[in-house]
């Protein structure tokens, strides 16, 4: 996790107390500030709420198990007109923990998160998780894509400027 992930969204949770076959749950509301932070970040309008339920499980080799819900209200530029248009992120969360270095991850399993000194940051797991809920191409319901012809009956686009290209070659 580098620096400025830190100051967007920080959130360690103390996991001492967590023996195994407990759980923990914690809920975390995210202010205002930080959820203009984190909008900057994912590159949106605004984020107008983000709040994340957890439940912390601990195994018997000490690792833990983050399991969740992420739900934010978010707002984002239409990808057509760049009008704002409101999306609701109700996602589910999960995350392994575990404070042994030298175990390799399999190639199918996600990235394990690092416990220090008996805590769990938190934080920029669920911005990286709310990151991958968002719609990546969001659209206003009235917008319409129409491809703008500057000369009237030539094709336009890419496809059409290298067919220009080859014709010009060929002759």
Same mark, same amino acid.
């Given at each position: 996790?580098?620096e400025?992930?830190?100051? #967007?969204? *920080? !959130? +360690?949770l103390s996991?001492a #107390?967590l023996s195994?076959?407990? !759980?923990?749950?914690?809920?975390?509301?995210?202010d205002?500030?930080? +959820?203009?932070?984190?909008?900057? !970040? *994912?590159d949106?309008?605004?984020?107008?709420?983000?709040?994340? %339920?957890?439940?912390?499980?601990r195994?018997l080799?000490?690792d833990v198990?983050?399991?969740?819900r992420?739900v934010?209200?978010?707002v %984002?530029?239409c990808?057509v007109?760049? $009008?704002?248009?409101?999306?609701?992120? &109700?996602v589910?969360?999960?995350?392994?923990?575990?404070? !042994?270095?030298?175990e390799e991850?399999? $190639?199918d399993? &996600?990235?394990?998160?690092l416990?220090?000194?008996?805590?769990?940051e938190?934080?920029d797991?669920i911005? %990286?998780?709310?990151? *991958?809920?968002?719609?990546?191409?969001?659209?206003a319901?009235?917008? $319409?894509?129409?491809?703008? &012809?500057d000369?009237?009956g030539?094709?336009?686009?890419?496809?059409?400027a290298?067919?220009?290209?080859?014709d010009?070659? #060929?002759?």
């Open positions: 996790m580098n400025k992930a830190a100051s #967007e969204l *920080l !959130r +360690c996991i #107390e195994p076959a407990e !759980r923990q749950v914690e809920k975390i509301h995210v205002a500030v930080e +959820c203009a932070a984190i909008a900057e !970040r *994912l949106i309008l605004s984020i107008n709420s983000l709040s994340v %339920q957890l439940e912390l499980f195994d080799t000490g198990t983050l399991v969740g992420i934010a209200d978010i %984002q530029a990808v007109t760049l $009008e704002p248009v409101a999306q609701h992120v &109700d589910p969360l999960y995350q392994r923990f575990s404070g !042994r270095t030298e991850e399999g $190639e399993e &996600d990235p394990v998160e416990i220090a000194d008996d805590e769990i938190v934080g797991v911005v %990286q998780n709310l990151s *991958l809920a968002l719609d990546p191409y969001p659209r319901p009235e917008a $319409e894509y129409e491809e703008v &012809d000369d009237a030539k094709p336009s686009g890419p496809f059409a290298l067919a220009a290209l080859r010009d070659f #060929e002759k």
